[in-house]
Each structure stands twice: as C-alpha cells, then as structure tokens.
C-alpha cells in the first residue's frame, strides 16, 4: 500500500512529535512546514486513529528498496530508515523504529527470544512500556562476565520489564574453558531444558556480530585477538547468539563454537518469527553471511545497508546467456 503525500507528512508529524518528543515547534522547524500544519496533522492523526505504534512503522516499511530487498532475499517485511528524512543520522534512528517494530510483532501469550549486544539493549532502553498478557521473554544464549556492559541477561530482563513479562535467563555461561565441560554443561536437565525450548518460541529479536578488534565477543573477553586471526583464517564472517558463522551461514567448525553455551541453529531457524536489527554499516558481510544461513525473517536497516545488499546480490547473479 503506497501513502499518498498528505498520509506520509501526518504519519512523519506524528513519528517526530509522539515518539520522539519534540516539540511542535520542533516537529515545524524538521518538516519545513507551520507550526499550525503541524497542529492540525496531530489532530488528523488522532481523529484516523493513526497515532499507535503499529501504523506509524508503516511508513518506514512502505518504501520500494524494502520492497526490493523483501523479493531479493525472500523476507516477510523490512523497515528502512534513512530516505524519510526524520534524521541526518538513519543509524541513530534504528534502536526506536526496531523496538516499536518489536512490540507490533510481540502478542499476548507469546515466548519470545532475545539475544545480546548493544544494538538489543539500545533495543531494550528505547522499548515503551507495554502491558502485554502472558509473555515470557527467554534468553538465548549464555552469560557473561558482571563486568560486561551489554550481558545476555541484561537485554533479556530488561525487554521483560518493558513488557510487563515474565524473563528466563540462563544459569551458565556463554563460553567454557573446555568442550568437555561445555558438553557435561549442556547435559544438564536445567540448562538441557533451556536449550531445548529456545524453537517453542514465537519471536526471536537479535542481531549479528562482526570479527574484529572492537566485537562485543573480544570486549567480553569470549575470544582473544590471537584466536580471532586464526578463526578469521579458517572462514569466520559474523557471530549469531555468540557463535561464529562464516560467510554461507554455517556454524564454523572450530573449538571456540564447540565451547559454547547457546541454541543451536536448527532451533533459532524454527521460530516462526525472526527480527534482525543491523545499523553499522560495517555488518554488511556478517548480515550477508546471516542472510545465507536463513537467520531471519524480518529485517531493520539502514536504506544504505539495503542498497549495499542488493549490489552484492546482484554482482553474484549469473550473466544470462
């Protein structure tokens, strides 16, 4: 469904002023309207019963390069920031538009699943507060060290809070000091259990991760430098839920990935619903790679990360004849 010029500034006006908080004046000043244009756009917007959260996504959805990157790579839905021009930094807009996305996606009685990073907790800190009935928020992976600035337990609770749910953390940690000890801890019935009910969900909310100096994986202390290289060497392209993919979307076979406690590929692919958020550009391979192993089934982005997927999309088509 295309808006028509009139439906789009109503729904941008509501956007800047609801979700945002800026002031009508501000809302002005950004549109390059009236002070009372924008007046009267809020007030259409609350007489449409335009003014929830579900609509107003609607705009960043309904863009013909989402559409193309739905086509290309077969997702059900993607928001696009960066061409609206509610911003002139689409990346900062990320946080907020994939946690109202989140919470039109989130139903009553729902199990959903959530993995760890800044992107999900700056998620997590941008989410309004929701009443939703009977949702359970499940962590998906391991934990990490007190130390850490954005642990796995820490998104999960906090999604919890937002939407008054009830939040499972797991009671190991993301990475052992050894596969055995890593396959004696999985055996466990308690975190066996976990492990296993990660593909009853409904929702998964996650990102993918890079391999470099600066990964959240090198931050925690997960993997060393030294380690990285060698691992980079053997074909890691991007983390999911802790875990190294390389560049087709397959678990790497190495040590690091048989040391860890998170789901396993098979049951993240199971839950119906997935949600991506990327907002640096530099995920571009790691979010490719994500794509390959049909990670997920929605997607958040910049208009710039989308342009840059379907150039390399269409650089790998074959020449027709």
Not at 105 to 120: E, I, S
Not at 274 to 294: F, N, T, W
């Amino acid at each position: 469904m295309a808006y028509r010029p009139t439906d789009q500034i109503i729904h941008k006006a509501a956007w800047l002023y609801y979700t945002h908080g800026l002031r009508q004046d501000e809302v002005a000043q950004r549109l390059n309207i009236s002070r009372a244009s924008v007046a009267l756009y809020l007030r259409k917007a609350r007489e449409a019963g335009i003014v929830n959260i579900s609509t107003s996504t609607h705009l960043f959805s309904d863009d013909r390069l989402a559409r193309q990157v739905e086509d290309a790579f077969g997702l059900e839905t993607v928001w696009l920031t960066g061409d609206e021009g509610l911003s002139s930094n689409p990346a900062a807009e990320i946080p907020m538009l994939a946690a109202n996305v989140f919470l039109e996606m989130v139903q009553n009685g729902d199990r959903v699943c959530v993995a760890w990073g800044r992107t999900v907790y700056q998620i997590a800190d941008a989410m309004n507060h929701a009443d939703r009935e009977d949702v359970t928020v499940v962590e998906m992976c391991g934990n990490l060290g007190s130390p850490y600035s954005y642990r796995p337990d820490q998104c999960t609770m906090e999604i919890a809070r937002r939407l008054n749910a009830k939040g499972l953390n797991f009671y190991a940690p993301l990475v052992l000091s050894s596969r055995a000890l890593a396959e004696a801890l999985r055996a466990e019935p308690v975190i066996r259990e976990q492990l296993d009910g990660i593909s009853a969900c409904d929702l998964a909310l996650f990102t993918v991760g890079t391999l470099d100096s600066d990964s959240h994986v090198i931050k925690c202390g997960a993997l060393g430098l030294d380690e990285l290289a060698q691992l980079k060497a053997m074909g890691a392209t991007g983390v999911i839920a802790g875990q190294i993919i390389t560049a087709d979307g397959t678990l790497l076979d190495c040590d690091y990935n048989k040391r860890m406690i998170s789901a396993d590929f098979d049951a993240i692919r199971a839950i119906p619903k997935r949600l991506m958020v990327v907002q640096e550009d530099e995920k571009l391979e790691p979010l490719r790679a994500a794509i390959s192993g049909r990670f997920f089934t929605h997607l958040v982005t910049t208009s710039t990360m989308a342009a840059g997927l379907l150039a390399s999309h269409a650089a790998a088509e074959p020449t027709p004849a």
